[in-house]
């Protein structure tokens, strides 16, 4: 059974940095293009950025690309997003996501997500 699971949200003040990991009991890491999403209450789900199994990557917004780094361990399963000089409007619940796709910056190309995990930022 695939089972993408996120850790390393929390609270951290504006400036501040957070890592974000994923790991994957399914081992899609290995196969899959991998990407984080998020969201905030209301709005719809945001790509924030995506590698392929060969670490190639996509960001969204230019400032998401200044500030966070996209990251793999084929070997571990594992996905890292680290968020650094972070911002108050960064505030939201962050998705990992696995697509059969090298890579995507669509939400619909997803097949398999986690439960995500919240990073609140404070002023």
């Known amino acids: 059974q695939v089972r993408l699971v996120e850790s390393g949200g929390g609270l951290v003040q504006a400036g501040g940095s957070l890592r974000l990991s994923c790991v994957d009991s399914?081992?899609?890491?290995?196969?899959?293009?991998m990407g984080w999403f998020r969201q905030t209450p209301g709005k719809e789900r945001e790509f924030v950025a995506a590698?392929?199994?060969?670490?190639?990557?996509?960001y969204g917004a230019n400032s998401l690309k200044e500030r966070f780094t996209i990251s793999r361990d084929n070997a571990k399963n594992m996905v890292y997003l680290q968020m650094d000089s972070l911002k108050v409007e960064d505030t939201a619940e962050y998705y990992c996501a696995a697509t059969k796709y090298p890579i995507s910056i669509r939400e619909d190309e997803y097949d398999y997500w986690g439960q995500g995990t919240q990073v609140t930022v404070s002023a």
């Open positions: 399914g081992n899609l890491v290995g196969r899959y293009g």
């Open positions: 590698i392929t199994y060969t670490s190639g990557t996509l």
